[in-house]
Each structure stands twice: as structure tokens, then as C-alpha cells.
């Protein structure tokens, strides 16, 4: 059996026609379920892949997208990155995923990249750094983080989780079990995700008349976590921590159980985006949790919509988040 075998050859071995073998293999008109299975089956034992690249000369529709994401080894924006890539796999479409590593200038030769490659579309969560906007000449989503510069342009596409809410309903939560002195662990104020996290801790500690306390942190790990609760509690009261990641989180209860103080019976912590690791360490960590399928799905829908030339509703959405209490 040979392994570059044509569209024209298995047309010939299933005894059809080359359009119906299109058919099948596009997924378009209709084609008897015998027929069907027998050209499946002819192309399996073939090892016969339809070429994209010609396909999307032929009918003049780009059969590839770009996924643009800070941090692949962050377990959050790898969930998202594959979570894309299947879905618009599904569709006849491959995927270029480029890592920025939180790097603005890695950030605009990936953009410079996947324009020159002829994309039909780019997912976009940028970069922490990324101050400017890269001049991008086909349609964009971006998702997850807002760009800082998303107000010079009410026509961007965005969607996101509500970081906002997020923050609140998890300090709420542990103000209504008691909590009156809970700080918030949070990296610089760099990007949207974690600024409205903030905010959110903030209105429920004004709201009930307590006093805030947020320790910025120098960077995203278990370390920071962990020596910066450290130093806090040694001349501090503290009965509650809402960090705005899960590994933050995980760090600080390091700390605190290193101290003497039991969770959460004297101290109660939050984390943020229900990781794999709040689940399997010692001690089971609450946190909150952000509705990525729903936030992939809407994405992919969106950037197809914008690539097909088709009218979107609404341009930016803001998808709810639950709370998971452990």
C-alpha cells in the first residue's frame, strides 16, 4: 500500500466519484452511509491525509490559525491552548501555537510570524508586558487578559472570565465564615486577570468595614507564596488569604502550617483557577473556578464568525466564574 495516494486514487479504489469523495471528506451534501464507510475505510488502509494547504488554495479559505499564549508551561494556558486547538481541529482547520513567555518583543515577532505564514486568524492572550498594540491585519481574538490599550478600540474582541466577581465572591465567602483579617497575595499590576482580582477582594473587605492589606508578590510560584506569608505573619494577625492563583496559594499554606496555624480551622485560604495541584495537595485548597471550555468555545466561534466575514452581537463577553470550596 502506498502512503501518497490522491483524492483521485481513492475515488478510484471506492469506485465514486472525486466529489463524492469530497463530500466525505468535507463533511458536505449527502453521501449513503455505505458509501461513506467504504471510503472511510479505503482511506484508512491507504494512511490518506487530505492536504489542507491545496484545500484552502482550491476554495480559497484559509485552513489555519494561530494561537498566541504567555506561558505554555502554566497549567491554566495549557488547558486553553489544546482545548482551541481540538476544537478548531474539529472544524478542518490546524493550529500554530506560539509561546511568548511573558516577552512583549517575543510576543510581536510570534504576531509578525503567523501574519507572514497567512493565518486566517489569531487567539490572542497577551503578554504581561505588552504595552502597545502590534499592528495585526487579520481578525484577532483576544482572550482571557484585556490589553491595556483595549480602550483605544471599541470594536476589539474580547472575552474573559469575571475576574471581578471572582475576587469578591471568594473573600465574601470567607468574611461570612468569620474572617476579618485576610490579606491578598497578588503579583504586580501587571495584567487585567489579577488587577480585577484584586478589586474584587477589595469592594467585599469595604463592604463589610474591614481593613485591606495586599501584598504584591515578585512573581507567579510557590516560593513567592510562601516567603512572603512568612514574613507577614510573623508580627501580624491574619485569619484569611485570597491569592490570585492557586499556586500562590498553595506556597502560603506552606507558611502557615509551618507556623503552627491549622486550615482551615484558624486560617482560611483561596486560590484562584481550580488547578490539578489545589486538588491533590495535603491539603485540599478552595478556589475559584473559571469556565475555560465556555471561554475557548466562545473564542473560536467569535474569531470563525470574524474570518467568514459575518456580523458579531456582541464583541465582548464576560463569562461567570464558580466557587469551589473545599
Do not use: W
Amino acid at each position: 500500500m502506498k502512503n501518497n495516494v490522491s483524492i483521485k486514487d481513492i475515488a478510484k479504489m471506492a469506485g465514486v466519484s472525486i466529489a463524492t469523495v469530497s463530500r466525505v471528506i468535507n463533511k458536505s451534501g449527502k453521501v449513503a452511509k455505505e458509501t461513506e464507510e467504504k471510503i472511510l475505510q479505503i482511506m484508512k488502509e491507504n494512511n490518506y491525509v487530505p492536504n489542507l494547504l491545496a484545500k484552502g488554495m482550491r476554495t480559497n479559505k484559509v485552513t489555519t490559525i494561530g494561537i498566541v499564549i504567555p506561558d505554555i508551561s502554566n497549567e491554566f494556558f495549557s488547558k486553553i491552548a489544546k482545548q482551541i486547538q481540538t476544537l478548531f481541529f474539529n472544524k478542518g482547520y490546524a493550529s500554530i501555537i506560539c509561546n511568548t513567555s511573558e516577552d512583549d518583543k517575543i510576543e510581536k515577532q510570534c504576531i509578525e510570524m503567523l501574519q507572514a505564514q497567512q493565518v486566517g486568524g489569531i487567539i490572542h492572550i497577551v503578554s504581561e508586558k505588552a504595552n502597545k498594540e502590534n499592528k495585526i491585519l487579520i481578525p484577532t481574538v483576544y482572550l482571557d487578559r484585556e490589553p491595556k490599550f483595549s480602550n483605544k478600540r471599541k470594536d476589539m474582541a474580547i472575552i474573559e472570565s469575571d475576574n471581578l466577581s471572582g475576587g469578591y465572591i471568594a473573600t465574601d465567602a470567607m468574611i461570612k465564615k468569620g474572617c476579618k483579617n485576610i490579606i491578598c497575595l497578588s503579583p504586580k499590576d501587571v495584567v487585567s486577570t489579577h488587577k480585577k482580582r484584586c478589586q474584587g477582594y477589595a469592594y467585599a473587605m469595604n463592604e463589610n468595614g474591614l481593613n485591606l492589606k495586599i501584598i504584591i508578590v515578585d512573581n507567579v510560584s510557590l516560593e513567592e507564596g510562601y516567603n512572603k506569608t512568612k514574613e507577614y505573619i510573623k508580627n501580624n494577625k491574619i485569619d484569611g488569604i485570597f491569592a490570585t492563583t492557586d499556586i500562590i496559594a498553595i506556597g502560603a499554606i506552606k507558611a502557615i502550617k509551618e507556623a503552627g496555624f491549622k486550615i482551615p480551622e484558624n486560617v482560611k485560604v483561596f486560590g484562584y483557577d481550580a488547578s490539578n495541584m489545589s486538588e491533590v495537595i495535603e491539603t485540599p485548597l478552595s478556589t475559584i473556578v473559571q469556565p475555560i471550555e465556555e471561554m475557548t468555545l466562545a473564542a473560536v466561534e467569535m474569531l470563525e464568525k470574524n474570518m467568514n466575514g459575518e456580523k458579531i452581537k456582541e464583541n465582548r463577553l464576560i463569562l461567570p466564574v464558580k466557587i469551589k470550596e473545599r
